[in-house]
């Protein structure tokens, strides 16, 4: 499945996931924030309550809460926590919160669903089903559900999930339900695994493995890698500075400038940066055979929400061109 047959804010849930440190977060929240400058409504939900999605979409570096708070104009939050949601299917099962509080409050349950992942990520899974039903006057109450996944080297097991259960559970409620995610987690209309990298050897190497594995074993769709942080050449490509450069006496001086042989030196290790990055675009895009749009490397970080809007641009494509 390629974009140009389901372009990506036409896709009902994106699932962030990378190695730690790459920028799923920042990536989460590029998407948001420019899903909902082209009209859209959206959810971010956060497997960990990461107060940074809070900063980088918010005003305030407010932990995130069970039931989405609206971080900013059509941008909602959430931290998709497994016993909340528990607690949340329960009561919709039983009928009655008050039976299930106390049960879900008791130390040694909660000790028993701890040593059981399984059941978290089925939960959690649900919890974003459930949301992505969720309607607002005969409208989807979120046009898009973006989730902060956890790091690939916590594996992607939670995805999993749902298929183990319904290879395992023959009938009944549980195995309807889950039927259902799994129905949506491996629809490609509905549905993107979006991996972020960075164009380094490491996360290069290990975006493959993940790649590979997410289509051998698992069938969530996966369609392209977002290569986050990528360094551009110094120089316009059209002006040959270093020929300029060389022509000037090595140790020359414009003003308080270092010498010429510095400054060429400089550029040579920024040129040399940015062809390193290119490599591992390419290598990336070569054993995927994935488009692998890239996002530009910040040298002053994410400041704001113009730092978003510039990164979503880039993902996206520029505003007012936008369908
Ligand atoms: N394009 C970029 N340019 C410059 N800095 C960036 C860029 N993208 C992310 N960063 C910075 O890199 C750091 C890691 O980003 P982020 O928190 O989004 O990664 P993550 O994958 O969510 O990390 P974790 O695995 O810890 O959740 C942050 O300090 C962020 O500001
Ligand atoms: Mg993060």
Not at 240 to 251: E, G, I, M, S, T
Request: hydrophobic share 45%.
């Amino acid at each position: 499945m390629s974009d140009r047959e389901t372009p990506l804010l036409e896709r009902r849930l994106v699932i962030v996931t990378g190695k730690g440190g790459t920028g799923k977060t920042t990536l989460a929240a590029t998407l948001a924030l420019g899903a909902a400058s082209r009209g859209l409504r959206v959810l971010v939900g956060a497997m960990d309550p990461d107060a940074r999605l809070a900063t980088l979409l918010g005003d305030r570096p407010t932990p995130l809460a069970y039931e989405p708070s609206e971080l900013r104009p059509n941008v909602w939050a959430c931290h998709l926590e497994p016993f909340a949601a528990l607690s949340e299917y329960l009561g919709l099962q039983i009928g009655s919160q008050r039976i299930v509080e106390p049960v879900l409050r008791n130390r040694a349950f909660r000790q028993l669903l701890m040593a059981a992942p399984g059941w978290r990520d089925l939960i959690t899974l649900g919890k974003v089903w459930h949301l992505e039903q969720m309607e607002d006057s005969g409208r989807p109450r979120f046009d898009l559900i973006v989730v902060d996944a956890p790091a690939t080297g916590h594996g992607l097991t939670f995805l999993d999930v749902p298929r183990v259960v319904v290879s395992a559970v023959r009938a009944g409620p549980l195995r309807e339900h889950t039927e259902r995610v799994e129905a949506l987690i491996v629809d490609p209309k509905r549905t993107l695994l979006l991996p972020v990298a960075l164009a380094e050897e490491l996360p290069t190497r290990e975006t493959i493995e993940l790649v590979t594995r997410v289509r051998d074993d698992l069938r969530v769709p996966v369609d392209r890698i977002v290569v986050n942080a990528v360094h551009a050449s110094p120089y316009p490509d059209d002006l040959d500075v270093d020929a300029a450069l060389a022509k000037l006496a090595p140790d020359l001086r414009c003003g308080s400038l270092p010498p010429s042989r510095m400054l060429r030196a400089c550029g040579a290790i920024l040129r040399d940066r940015a062809a390193l990055n290119q490599r591992y675009v390419d290598e990336l895009a070569r054993e995927t055979g994935l488009p692998t749009p890239t996002l530009p490397y910040l040298r002053d970080g994410l400041r704001g929400s113009a730092d978003l809007e510039t990164l979503a641009d880039a993902l996206l494509g520029p505003l007012r061109a936008a369908a």
